[in-house]
Antibody, heavy 121, light 110 residues
Framework: QVQLQESGPGLVQPSQTLSLMCTVSGASITSDNYHWTWIRQPAGKGLEWIGRISSSGSTSYNLSLKSRVIMTLDTSKNQFSLRLTSVTATDTAVYYC?????????????WGPGTLVTVFS | QSVLTQPPSASGTPGQGVTISCSGSGSSIRSNYVYWYQQLPGTAPRLLIYRNNQRPSGVPGRFSGSKSGTEASLAISGLRSDDEAVYFCASWDDRLSGPVFGGGTNLTVL
């Protein structure tokens, strides 16, 4: 049974960097069949795709966030990470990691429970 | 402002059917598959429909999806109280080169 779990600080100060990790169990992040994805949801609002990373480490980011996002793989720990720089209050949201299909379509079949990140001083 | 447009709310009574719409454009829904997600309160979204009308294993046949042109729909028959949730549509957008979502429809079962 594949499971994903987000972890990281729940509070980040403005202009600082948000860093989250997603730990994958029950599957290898080096599998060629999937992308590993980050999606966020501000309170009471819709979903926003942040970006994805493939098993080989190639990335694709939301154009509106591209200048501030970095995603990486840690194959030794079966984890992938999200770094979002220069955060503001508008980055406050629940952040989800999810497994997506290799085609890049919004086929996200496994999700983590989500973690709330609040940007405030 | 979401790229795909959904009505903010919908409602029905137990046993009835309800349809939720999702409007896109030529660069999104017309050219690509549509996906639907169900988000129960306080939980992560769950994949409900993929490739316009396919159900993952475990999703009841009461849920069905369709697409025509730049519009897509999610139909739920035989409404149950535990269908109360927010439903999101999603698609790939060729112009934005990434997945896009609707703003979500909050379904109330009266």
């Amino acid at each position: 049974q594949v499971q994903l779990q987000e972890s990281g600080p729940g509070l980040v100060q403005p202009s600082q960097t948000l860093s989250l990790m997603c730990t994958v169990s029950g599957a290898s992040i080096t599998s060629d069949n999937y992308h590993w994805t980050w999606i966020r949801q501000p309170a009471g609002k819709g979903l926003e795709w942040i970006g994805r990373i493939s098993s080989s480490g190639s990335t694709s980011y939301n154009l509106s966030l591209k200048s501030r996002v970095i995603m990486t793989l840690d194959t030794s720990k079966n984890q992938f990470s999200l770094r979002l720089t220069s955060v503001t209050a508008t980055d406050t949201a629940v952040y989800y990691c999810a497994r997506g299909d290799y085609g890049g379509n919004p086929f996200f079949d496994i999700w983590g429970p989500g973690t709330l990140v609040t940007v405030f001083s | 402002q979401s790229v795909l447009t959904q009505p903010p709310s919908a409602s029905g009574t137990p046993g009835q059917g309800v349809t939720i719409s999702c409007s896109g454009s030529g660069s999104s829904i017309r050219s690509n598959y549509v996906y639907w997600y169900q988000q129960l309160p306080g939980t992560a979204p769950r994949l409900l429909i993929y490739r316009n009308n396919q159900r993952p294993s475990g999703v009841p046949g009461r849920f069905s999806g369709s697409k025509s042109g730049t519009e897509a729909s999610l139909a739920i028959s035989g409404l149950r109280s535990d269908d109360e949730a927010v439903y999101f549509c999603a698609s790939w957008d060729d112009r934005l080169s990434g997945p896009v979502f609707g703003g979500g429809t909050n379904l109330t079962v009266l």
